[in-house]
């Protein structure tokens, strides 16, 4: 099939595939952000390794993206070995220690372990903390496995010397309708594809590493920190008073020692893509001289690149209930996945343009299927956005106004999980909320040609 050909079938798929009410919601197909999400493991994972694979691996990927695939979908931390020379180049180990301000200084940064050049420990170099050295170690895996080319061959459809735009003509949503292009528009999109910068560039890998650990030793050293302080500062009191203050920090050690603590730390990547990069793209790969070189050039060529945007790291108690009917492993897959969502809800309100976009599912009220998964809160500002096309018929969200997360409306417990731990009214009976989050304001938007995002 011809490009003309595949260009006039795909655009036939319609920008909106119907519209979403609230009580029986059908996905809306519409233009959204890709994303890849890798799992870091590490040597930390240890006796844990195997159930964070488990629910990591079960995770349901989020709906507000598109999910772009790539080969390798895992980073072994502790597969990676850095030279110094790579370290000297990251910053590290160029200050020598040598007098007792020098050490002093190095003590401003205590988590940068010391690396001794004399068997007297009279000469050292500081090297990075723990995650300085794993941010390391993920920039040589990018580099080594190539993960700006994996997302392009994704992109690209690419298998040897071929290449094809249909992913790009399936996730630009081009037009509402093919009637709506003649032949001569659908030629000038077709040519000018590679210059829809803002599709391809919102296209992000995120990087989790899990961990979770008990709390029950922390809770120890804690109330033994603390009874040592305890019977240091209350030492000339009464025996009894001290007694009641230690029978205290027991108290809250029983209380505090069940369960686990679960971190997520997620590292938020960007695929490179703007007027240059595109230009030098059509140099090769449009190139007719160059069609038996194709993929020799792309296996070879630099211009694939993603940047680094940020990263997030989140933490969750898990704690165990009287009479809970889930068992631990059950628990901790829960709370796994929670705190997977909670990494990448802070990485979208810090990050714009990793912010999602939820289409509007009614009106008066303006509602919409997002909630405490995506990290929803009371007091937060949505900008509506309506679709408008350019020149070439790319689409192109323009906000159009404000509304506001309702205060008097609950927001929406779409949180893994929820449907098995509901709100209880006073009777004790399991309150069942709306399938939606309620918007304050917004009178002329409507469902279908509408959608949200988050404005602050």
């Given at each position: 099939?011809?490009?003309?050909?595949?260009?006039?079938?795909?655009?036939?798929?319609?920008?909106?595939?119907?519209?979403?009410?609230?009580?029986?919601?059908?996905?809306?197909?519409?233009?959204?952000?890709?994303?890849?999400?890798?799992?870091?493991?590490?040597?930390?994972?240890?006796?844990?390794?195997?159930?964070?694979?488990?629910?990591?691996?079960?995770?349901?990927?989020?709906?507000?993206?598109?999910?772009?695939?790539?080969?390798?979908?895992?980073?072994?931390?502790?597969?990676?070995?850095?030279?110094?020379?790579?370290?000297?180049?990251?910053?590290?180990?160029?200050?020598?220690?040598?007098?007792?301000?020098?050490?002093?200084?190095?003590?401003?940064?205590?988590?940068?372990?010391?690396?001794?050049?004399?068997?007297?420990?009279?000469?050292?170099?500081?090297?990075?903390?723990?995650?300085?050295?794993?941010?390391?170690?993920?920039?040589?895996?990018?580099?080594?496995?190539?993960?700006?080319?994996?997302?392009?061959?994704?992109?690209?459809?690419?298998?040897?010397?071929?290449?094809?735009?249909?992913?790009?003509?399936?996730?630009?949503?081009?037009?509402?309708?093919?009637?709506?292009?003649?032949?001569?528009?659908?030629?000038?999109?077709?040519?000018?594809?590679?210059?829809?910068?803002?599709?391809?560039?919102?296209?992000?890998?995120?990087?989790?590493?899990?961990?979770?650990?008990?709390?029950?030793?922390?809770?120890?050293?804690?109330?033994?920190?603390?009874?040592?302080?305890?019977?240091?500062?209350?030492?000339?009191?009464?025996?009894?008073?001290?007694?009641?203050?230690?029978?205290?920090?027991?108290?809250?050690?029983?209380?505090?020692?069940?369960?686990?603590?679960?971190?997520?730390?997620?590292?938020?990547?960007?695929?490179?893509?703007?007027?240059?990069?595109?230009?030098?793209?059509?140099?090769?790969?449009?190139?007719?001289?160059?069609?038996?070189?194709?993929?020799?050039?792309?296996?070879?060529?630099?211009?694939?690149?993603?940047?680094?945007?940020?990263?997030?790291?989140?933490?969750?108690i898990v704690t165990f209930k009287i009479g809970e009917k889930r068992t631990e492993e059950q628990?901790?897959d829960l709370q796994i996945k929670r705190v997977m969502d909670n990494s990448l809800a802070r990485?979208?309100?810090?990050?714009?343009?990793?912010?999602?976009?939820?289409?509007?599912?009614?009106?008066?009220?303006?509602?919409?299927?997002?909630?405490?998964?995506?990290?929803?809160?009371?007091?937060?500002?949505?900008?509506?956005?309506?679709?408008?096309?350019?020149?070439?018929?790319?689409?192109?969200?323009?906000?159009?106004?404000?509304?506001?997360?309702?205060?008097?409306?609950?927001?929406?417990?779409?949180?893994?999980?929820?449907?098995?731990?509901?709100?209880?009214?006073?009777?004790?009976?399991?309150?069942?909320?709306?399938?939606?989050?309620?918007?304050?304001?917004?009178?002329?938007v409507q469902p279908g040609i509408h959608f949200l995002r988050l404005l602050k």
């Amino acid at each position: 099939m011809n490009l003309k050909t595949n260009f006039a079938a795909l655009l036939g798929i319609t920008l909106f595939a119907g519209l979403q009410a609230q009580d029986a919601p059908t996905p809306l197909d519409y233009r959204r952000s890709s994303m890849t999400m890798v799992l870091i493991e590490d040597d930390d994972l240890g006796k844990s390794k195997n159930l964070v694979i488990k629910s990591y691996n079960s995770y349901p990927f989020p709906d507000k993206y598109n999910k772009h695939e790539i080969a390798d979908k895992k980073f072994d931390a502790a597969a990676i070995k850095l030279t110094d020379a790579e370290f000297l180049a990251a910053g590290f180990y160029k200050d020598t220690f040598k007098t007792p301000m020098d050490f002093l200084k190095a003590a401003k940064f205590p988590l940068r372990p010391l690396r001794y050049l004399k068997a007297d420990s009279s000469v050292a170099v500081q090297g990075p903390d723990k995650g300085e050295l794993l941010q390391l170690k993920l920039q040589k895996y990018i580099s080594q496995k190539n993960i700006a080319r994996q997302m392009f061959d994704t992109w690209f459809n690419r298998k040897g010397n071929d290449i094809n735009k249909n992913l790009l003509l399936e996730r630009g949503k081009y037009s509402a309708s093919a009637e709506k292009m003649d032949d001569a528009k659908q030629a000038a999109l077709a040519e000018n594809l590679y210059e829809d910068y803002e599709l391809i560039s919102n296209t992000y890998t995120v990087f989790q590493k899990l961990n979770f650990f008990p709390n029950e030793p922390v809770a120890a050293l804690a109330r033994d920190l603390a009874k040592a302080e305890a019977r240091k500062k209350m030492a000339a009191m009464p025996p009894a008073m001290l007694q009641k203050s230690l029978d205290q920090l027991d108290t809250v050690y029983e209380r505090t020692k069940e369960g686990y603590t679960v971190i997520c730390t997620s590292f938020l990547y960007q695929l490179e893509w703007d007027a240059a990069v595109a230009e030098k793209f059509k140099g090769y790969f449009e190139n007719s001289e160059l069609m038996a070189k194709r993929g020799q050039i792309w296996d070879t060529t630099s211009i694939f690149k993603i940047k680094f945007v940020g990263k997030s790291t989140t933490s969750s108690i898990v704690t165990f209930k009287i009479g809970e009917k889930r068992t631990e492993e059950q628990i901790i897959d829960l709370q796994i996945k929670r705190v997977m969502d909670n990494s990448l809800a802070r990485l979208q309100k810090n990050h714009v343009q990793f912010r999602p976009v939820a289409p509007v599912s009614s009106a008066a009220p303006v509602t919409a299927r997002i909630g405490m998964k995506e990290g929803i809160e009371e007091n937060q500002t949505f900008e509506v956005l309506a679709i408008e096309f350019n020149e070439f018929g790319f689409p192109r969200y323009k906000s159009i106004g404000k509304v506001k997360v309702d205060k008097k409306q609950p927001i929406w417990d779409n949180r893994i999980g929820a449907d098995q731990e509901p709100a209880l009214d006073a009777s004790g009976n399991p309150v069942v909320g709306p399938a939606f989050t309620s918007f304050a304001g917004g009178k002329k938007v409507q469902p279908g040609i509408h959608f949200l995002r988050l404005l602050k």
